[in-house]
């Protein structure tokens, strides 16, 4: 197994600091330490993580999107991405094709067929649905036919592979109840994340500093993509109602800027708020150290897991979230969740005043965290299912 090659599809700009390429690396990285050779082909554009040994395209002009959601420069990246996995497969012969994303999926299916001779398997790694996630997006906003052709394409699209992944149990169910699959065909390998290590006294001190935020108040964090299709409207929304909750202050770590910093003037929140804009995920886990209680304002069907979710719970803290499939299934039983934005609003307003129930809800979540959704667990079913894929290959 130590001589196999994977090479990896990602059509994406990897790496740019979001919950998609955070479980591409700890994939890459978990396969690995389970003994296998990984290249990612990717986009020219994106970071260079130490982990991750990346192959990219020429670049393009104007294409410097790295934030989630369309452009128009991604059908010419693709076709891109394409004639340069071609040839990393002449020239690596990999033994699987892992395909990340949709747009992976078609071209790891087009390299596997260019080389059928060689009946390389082809696994898919799904982080939710296509047609979902463009509805988020607003891409189908009265074009109901292309909604339909979008679900027809992905219905086909679940086809290809000879393995299916996926990041979270709903996923698991959406893809199987969706497309028609049998639910044994697609193996769970759920997104993990880094425990997170407690800050010295002078490392939050110079941090706080660093940051701007003011001492003895409570700390909400939000981190992640300021777009409407990862709860942004609801994260407006609470902002708004914590107006005259002065011993609240939030800590947003997320781009673009631009998409929430003009409601905070506005609205004179901007002194209520503090704007990282983008964050290494090297050191994002030190942002959420210094805070109190975490805000996760999507409420989506999509079915993707949630990155923002495992890094709440590896730093221990208390989580607000609303009330759907997703969440339920990755906090503790029993933990609280909202129905509806006031109540969202209130369960912040009523943790802000009470330590201790912080510090129990927050205890409650590590402990969670560590039985459940360490890298250790992606790992093992890692293994389960490369160990499925190749036997039968």
């Known amino acids: 197994m130590t001589e196999l090659r994977i090479m990896h599809i990602a059509p994406t700009p990897f790496f740019s600091d979001r919950g998609c390429h955070i479980r591409i690396e700890g994939i890459v990285r978990s396969l690995s330490e389970l003994g296998f050779q990984n290249t990612v082909c990717t986009y020219h554009h994106g970071r260079e993580v130490a982990t991750v040994q990346t192959i990219r395209i020429k670049a393009i002009k104007n294409y410097t999107q790295t934030e989630a959601g369309p452009s128009k420069y991604k059908l010419w990246a693709d076709w891109r991405l394409l004639w340069l996995c071609l040839k990393q497969y002449r020239?690596?012969?990999?033994?699987?094709?892992?395909?990340?994303?949709?747009?992976?999926?078609?071209?790891?299916?087009?390299?596997?067929?260019?080389?059928?001779?060689?009946?390389?398997?082809?696994?898919?790694?799904?982080?939710?649905?296509?047609?979902?996630?463009?509805?988020?997006?607003?891409?189908?906003?009265?074009?109901?036919?292309?909604?339909?052709?979008?679900?027809?394409?992905?219905?086909?699209?679940?086809?290809?592979?000879?393995?299916?992944?996926?990041?979270?149990?709903?996923?698991?169910?959406?893809?199987?109840?969706?497309?028609?699959?049998?639910?044994?065909?697609i193996v769970l390998v759920q997104d993990g994340a880094d425990a997170v290590q407690a800050l010295s006294n002078d490392q939050r001190s110079e941090l706080k500093q660093k940051l701007s935020l003011p001492a003895n108040k409570v700390i909400a964090v939000y981190s992640g993509a300021l777009l409407e299709g990862k709860g942004l409207p609801a994260l407006k929304e609470v902002l708004l109602a914590c107006k005259d909750e002065p011993h609240i202050h939030f800590l947003i770590i997320g781009y673009p800027v631009e998409n929430l910093h003009p409601f905070l003037v506005q609205n004179d929140l901007d002194e209520r708020c503090t704007l990282t804009g983008r964050v290494a995920f090297e050191v994002l886990p030190a942002h959420l150290a210094l805070a109190a209680v975490a805000l996760e304002p999507k409420n989506s069907g999509a079915g993707e897991g949630s990155g923002k979710l495992l890094n709440y719970l590896a730093a221990g803290l208390p989580v607000i979230a609303f009330d759907n499939r997703n969440n339920a299934d990755f906090l503790p039983a029993g933990a609280p969740l909202a129905v509806n934005v006031e109540q969202f609003t209130a369960q912040l307003q009523l943790l802000a005043q009470d330590a201790g129930l912080r510090g129990d809800l927050g205890a409650n979540n590590r402990l969670h965290f560590e039985q459940n959704y360490s890298w250790g667990t992606t790992r093992k079913q890692l293994k389960v299912a490369y160990d499925a894929l190749l036997e039968r290959s």
């Open 91 to 185: 020239k690596s012969k990999p033994a699987v094709i892992h395909a990340h994303l949709h747009e992976g999926l078609l071209i790891g299916w087009l390299v596997k067929t260019v080389f059928f001779w060689r009946k390389t398997p082809l696994l898919a790694d799904m982080q939710g649905s296509l047609t979902g996630e463009l509805s988020e997006h607003g891409s189908f906003a009265g074009k109901d036919w292309l909604r339909r052709l979008s679900g027809w394409f992905e219905r086909v699209l679940m086809r290809m592979p000879d393995q299916i992944i996926c990041s979270s149990p709903q996923s698991q169910e959406l893809l199987a109840l969706a497309f028609g699959l049998p639910v044994e065909d």
